[in-house]
């Protein structure tokens, strides 16, 4: 059974840094896309980077410059490094991955979702 288990979230003061992690385990045979959502209270979960396979990233306009998606495939584990923290951010964040197991076609996992909270 795939699953995909969040870290790293947390309090944080606007200007700070936080580094979320997104592992991925399970009879796994390859990793597509992964990415990370958010959804604040009241408001839609909205995309906010995603990674392809061959390390290709797009990040949406109100994280771009601040933060950074990456991945490592031998762990097929994915990171969002946040920097220049803004209350605006705080959110649960969500990662999802395409994950191809052995003699099926790709499917879309979610995690749980991990708190950030940007606050003084």
């Known amino acids: 059974q795939v699953q995909l288990v969040e870290s790293g979230g947390g309090l944080v003061q606007p200007g700070g840094s936080l580094r979320l992690s997104c592992a991925a385990s399970g009879t796994i045979f390859s990793i597509n896309v992964m990415g990370w959502s958010r959804q604040a209270p009241g408001k839609q979960r909205e995309l906010v980077a995603f990674?392809?396979?061959?390390?290709?990233?797009t990040e949406a306009d109100s994280v771009k410059g601040r933060f950074t998606i990456s991945r490592d495939n031998a762990k097929n584990t994915v990171y969002l490094q946040m920097n220049s923290l803004k209350p605006q951010d705080t959110a649960v964040y969500y990662c999802?991955?395409?994950?191809?197991?052995?003699?099926?076609?790709?499917?879309?996992?979610w995690g749980q979702g991990t708190q950030v909270t940007v606050s003084s």
């Open positions: 990674i392809t396979s061959g390390g290709s990233t």
């Open positions: 999802n991955a395409d994950i191809v197991v052995p003699g099926s076609p790709p499917v879309n996992y």
